[in-house]
């Protein structure tokens, strides 16, 4: 049997070319990943574009666009991310905050009347999920809420650390912890729908979530620039502000 | 920079290594030289962790350990211990991870041995486990050092299966390949590099180790 009969066809079939994609590239923090699919559907209806989402937490997509990953608009979960490629010469104008997050406790196992930060401390809850302080917004705000109550020293044991709030919300809805907090946008996801039950963070117990949105640098005869501003202006339409407020942004 | 996770690290490595060699060794001689006609199937098995994303086998992992599934809750039941985000549940874990890189090198080191080197044991009465611990095992040193090396740099290698069920616990599960991801996701990347520069390091200075005593073995093989 001749390999290179075989090879060779393979090896053209597999370097196929393709056109460069029209398409934006939304880079997309993690616990947008939900809205942001509404947000697709509801622009492209409007102005006939397509666009592309990728999904990963803040601080993976800012590495990849600090060494020139081909994204359009940032959409991050915080508002440090976007400072820093700003103040990296990233993009020609500031970021601006689009909406606030809010912080849920959730849990498969607890019934709604008994979920709160206090039922933790209990012999119910064997196992915490909080996503990464060091990395996500929201695991810094869990950590906040924690350090109000007084109750972080002795949940220390019980605590396990998500990479990103998609992990956290894998750790609960697997039933591998009793509780654990993650972003209400992931709760009320269509996705996950009637998955337990959830309590909001009372908002004073921890910093505002800030979530902050970039527009990239684009050379000004970039295909891509136009509808790029076109997204990113939006973001903070009203029409996208009801969206983000159904999956609990404020 | 902390030394905690390479500490971890190794202990992971070294732990794993031990429980390997015990399990792996009759394993490797049973498939050396079994008659059994459904050997493939076993190699197969064993061979599985070699091809499989380690995301794969982290994620049934979680599921197997999640209180919530009936072996998580058997084991938490009788042994009071949730394997899930524990240190027992990486050795666990690394314990699969790395199954082929034990049993696969000593196989071949077994299998590689002269027929005649048994048969005379046998032959001058000696039994199976005697011949095979006291003659097998001596001469192939080799085998048994390449196999505990890409056990112990396997698992310190590993990253996808701890990511998935370790839950990053500072000190229990957060090994160092985790708090280099973790450093760089933070944008410290000074750190990350002295974790990387650190583990480049000691995995370069245990393998040049490993092969300078191997060519030592080999070459009183070849004058013997």
């Not at chain 1, 912080?103 to 930060?117: D, G, K, M, Q, R």
């Not at chain 2, 938490?76 to 991870?97: A, T």
């Not at chain 2, 005649?116 to 097998?136: C, D, N, P, Q, V």
């Amino acid at each position: 049997m001749n390999i290179k009969r075989i090879f060779f066809p393979v090896l053209i079939f597999l370097s196929g070319c393709s056109k460069p994609s029209e398409k934006i590239i939304v880079a997309t923090a993690a616990n947008v990943q939900y809205v942001m699919k509404e947000l697709k559907t509801e622009f492209e209806k409007e102005t006939g574009k397509e666009i592309e989402v990728v999904v990963s937490s803040s601080g993976k997509l800012t590495a990849q666009i600090r060494e020139g990953a081909p994204f359009d608009v940032f959409v991050s979960a915080d508002t440090k991310y976007p400072e820093e490629i700003f103040s990296k010469g990233g993009s020609d104008e500031k970021p601006k905050i689009y909406a606030y997050g809010t912080l849920a406790l959730w849990s498969l196992s607890i019934p709604e009347n008994e979920l709160n930060l206090k039922v933790l401390n209990t012999d119910k809850v064997k196992k915490i999920a909080v996503p990464n302080p060091k990395m996500a917004p929201y695991g810094e705000a869990a950590v906040q809420a924690l350090q109000k109550e007084n109750l972080l020293e002795s949940l220390k044991s019980k605590i396990v650390y998500g990479e990103s709030i998609a992990q956290a919300a894998q750790y609960i809805t697997t039933g591998s912890v009793e509780a654990g907090f993650t972003a209400l946008s992931v709760i009320l996801a269509p996705e996950m729908k009637g998955k337990g039950h959830y309590q909001i963070v009372d908002s004073t117990s921890y910093k505002p979530i800030a979530q902050a949105a970039l527009l990239l640098r684009h050379s000004d005869n970039s295909p891509k620039k136009e509808t790029s501003q076109k997204f990113y202006d939006f973001l903070f339409s009203q029409k996208a502000k009801a969206i983000f407020k159904k999956y609990g942004y404020k | 920079m902390d030394w905690q996770p390479l500490w971890l690290t190794f202990r992971l490595a070294i732990i794993t290594s031990c429980i390997l060699f015990v399990l792996a060794l009759p394993l490797a001689y049973w498939l050396a030289f079994t008659k059994f006609k459904g050997k493939g199937i076993i190699e197969a098995v064993i061979g599985m962790p070699l091809v499989l994303p380690p995301s794969v086998l982290g994620f049934y992992l979680l599921l197997a350990f999640s209180p919530s599934h009936w072996f998580g809750a058997w084991v938490e039941n009788i042994l009071g211990l949730r394997l899930v985000f524990s240190f027992p549940g990486l050795v666990i874990g690394s314990v699969i991870y790395s199954l082929p890189f034990m049993v696969y090198p000593l196989r071949a080191g077994l299998q590689s041995l002269p027929v005649s080197l048994r048969e005379a044991s046998f032959t001058l009465g000696k039994g199976r486990w005697e011949t095979f611990y006291k003659i097998l095992l001596p001469n192939c040193k080799s085998a048994i050092l390449t196999s505990l090396v890409l056990t112990f740099a396997h698992t310190i290698g590993e990253f996808g299966v701890v990511l998935m069920i370790g839950g990053n616990i500072p000190g229990v599960t957060k090994v160092a390949s985790v708090a280099i991801y973790n450093e760089v996701e933070a944008l410290n990347y000074d750190v990350a590099n002295q974790y990387a520069l650190v583990l480049f390091a000691i995995t370069f200075v245990i393998l040049l180790l490993v092969y300078s005593l191997n060519n030592r073995f080999l070459r009183v093989r070849q004058t013997s």
